[in-house]
């Protein structure tokens, strides 16, 4: 009995395994499309109570799959622990649990199941690429890492000291500072902070050329892992 509760949930390749998997995929889509409608200003009660009692419905076949899920797991405790257990948790806990935190939208990280479910080979290839990737240039990030949170410092330092006497409130101190730093050097730019003075624009000019190759070299970085990575592949294969 325990194998074969075991096989439902965790073998979307079955029939029935893929009929529960997607029954579970359309609660929690329809849970997120009822939360959403919640929070619609003046609903009626008649609403409301369709709502509370869709909540109610799919809170139970959640947490009958949770506990499920922990019965069968071959470590119960490493599967509480885990990404998938924990997100599980946190759709179900807001509601037995009376709190200001709504932790109900979490419940759309479990959508990930649906690779599980459609066995998206190829897109499992790509992700497989995309990781070995990343470990080609793991020293080359870290090391940018680095680098852009020095920048980052020193763009925050120079805008304080040529904005801060002409504009005392935007830029009280550098740690104010740090946020326009962060906005102009990955080129988001808000423009609730700007530099008024000559010279916090000229320094600003370079701050944003800096910031454009912030945001081109890991991208070259990862871009060339990513050729190497399917030329070793395409190598194998011939």
Request: proline letters at 3%; a positive charge; glycine letters at 6%.
């Amino acid at each position: 009995m325990l194998v074969k509760i075991k096989n439902l949930l965790e073998n979307p390749e079955t029939r029935q395994g893929k009929k529960l998997a997607f029954f579970i995929q359309f609660l929690i889509v329809i849970s997120l499309i009822s939360f959403s409608i919640d929070t619609l200003p003046n609903l009626s009660i008649g609403i409301k109570k369709i709502l509370r009692l869709m909540e109610m419905f799919t809170i139970a076949i959640f947490t009958v799959e949770y506990l499920l899920r922990v019965f069968t797991a071959d470590k119960k405790f490493g599967f509480i622990l885990s990404f998938y257990g924990l997100i599980d948790l946190a759709a179900i806990l807001p509601f037995y649990i009376v709190s200001g935190l709504d932790l109900r939208a979490m419940r759309i990280f479990r959508l990930l199941r649906l690779f599980r479910i459609l066995k998206l080979v190829r897109y499992n290839k790509a992700i497989n690429r995309l990781h070995r990737a990343f470990i080609i240039v793991k020293e080359e990030l870290i090391f940018f890492s680095f680098v852009s949170l020095i920048l980052l410092y020193l763009s925050a330092v120079g805008i304080y000291f040529f904005e801060h006497h002409a504009q005392p409130e935007q830029f009280k101190s550098i740690f104010h500072s740090l946020w326009w730093s962060a906005t102009t050097l990955t080129t988001v730019g808000y423009g609730d902070i700007y530099p008024i003075t000559t010279g916090g624009r000229i320094f600003t000019f370079f701050v944003l050329m800096i910031g454009l190759g912030t945001v081109a070299i890991p991208t070259g970085l990862i871009a060339s892992a990513l050729s190497q990575v399917r030329s070793e592949v395409n190598d194998k294969n011939e």
